[in-house]
């Protein structure tokens, strides 16, 4: 008996307690009872894990100050423990256990700050620097052409038709097709409410039940993750950053060059669906 003691015993004493700040997306799962949860992913910077749960978010990224802070993060001060994909942990109680690191949550930041009002003019004049981005992964698909008409229309139908057709489309664990969503929602939904444009946030509504009804089983367990936040208007900053430059609260052009540089396609695949947002805000407004 005297040899699982004392390996126990040096467990115990290996832990690392640390403290996180969380956002307020996950705050649902992070304060709810105790659950397992898995490595679903492991790079340097970050560890996604997923979380045994029917909540959403289900996935969380246990993220340090390196990597792309998603709407569904944990940051960390420190370095991550070395965990491989399959790996057990656990979350609830305000804590998250990943290896041999025991993570609190003290803190919690907003991943989906209000933009406050802005006006037609500020809008269109950031539509004309927009721009189409770098090498978008679907670039030239009908889909997303279709998806575009038809936000700009205000037609739910086709709209609705064409996000279903992009939920889960390309490679990766973020799918292309999933990000161009992602943007667009984010963007109907904030932009929507700045301009005071009610047929866009009505277009944003019907648009978030259409990708997240079975998001899990058409897409990857983190992009399923990310369009539920996207359907609150939750994102990250660099998408957050671009919505603010539209609206004249900073600098555009230098958040949007931030945006692009985001994953292989991510950022070009979000700045489109921004794009299409902004379209479709600026449509369904009307003329001053």
Same mark, same amino acid.
């Given at each position: ?27 649902? #799962? ?8 898995? #490595? ?11 979380? @045994? ?15 792309? @802070? ?9 370095? *991550? ?12 109680? @305000? ?7 025991? =993570? ?18 500020? *809008?269109?004049?950031?539509?004309? /620097? ?20 038809? /936000?700009?229309?205000?037609? *739910? ?15 990766? *664990? ?47 367990? =983190? ?5 539920? /936040? ?27 060059? @931030? =945006? ?29």
């Amino acid at each position: 008996m005297g040899g699982p003691v004392t390996v126990s015993t040096h467990a115990r004493r290996a832990r690392i307690h640390v403290t996180g700040a969380a956002s307020a997306a996950v705050r649902p #799962v992070l304060e709810g009872s105790r659950r397992p949860a898995r #490595v679903l992913a492991a790079f340097p910077a970050g560890v996604y894990l997923e979380v @045994r749960t029917e909540l959403e978010p289900s996935v969380l990224a246990v993220i340090t100050g390196a990597a792309t @802070r998603l709407p569904n993060s944990v940051l960390l001060a420190g370095p *991550l423990p070395h965990v491989t994909v399959g790996d057990d942990a656990s979350v609830g109680d @305000r804590a998250i256990d990943l290896g041999s690191l025991s =993570l609190s949550v003290r803190r919690w930041w907003d991943p989906a700050p209000p933009l406050g009002r802005t006006d037609r003019a500020r *809008l269109e004049h950031a539509a004309a /620097c927009l721009g189409d981005p770098p090498d978008p992964g679907l670039s030239g698909n009908g889909a997303v052409e279709m998806l575009a008409g038809s /936000c700009a229309e205000g037609w *739910l139908l086709g709209a609705v038709t064409a996000a279903e057709q992009l939920v889960g489309l390309g490679p990766g *664990l973020t799918p292309s097709g999933d990000d161009v969503l992602a943007g667009l929602l984010v963007t109907l939904r904030h932009l929507g409410a700045a301009a005071g444009a009610d047929r866009a946030i009505w277009l944003a509504d019907w648009l978030a039940a259409t990708v997240t009804f079975d998001a899990r089983t058409r897409t990857t367990p =983190l992009s399923a993750t990310l369009l539920h /936040c996207a359907a609150r208007g939750e994102a990250s900053p660099e998408v957050i950053a671009v919505l603010r430059g539209i609206t004249g609260r900073q600098a555009l052009e230098p958040a949007l060059r @931030r =945006l692009h540089r985001l994953g292989h396609t991510s950022g070009s695949d979000l700045a489109q669906g921004v794009g299409i947002g902004l379209a479709a805000v600026l449509s369904l407004s009307g003329p001053r």
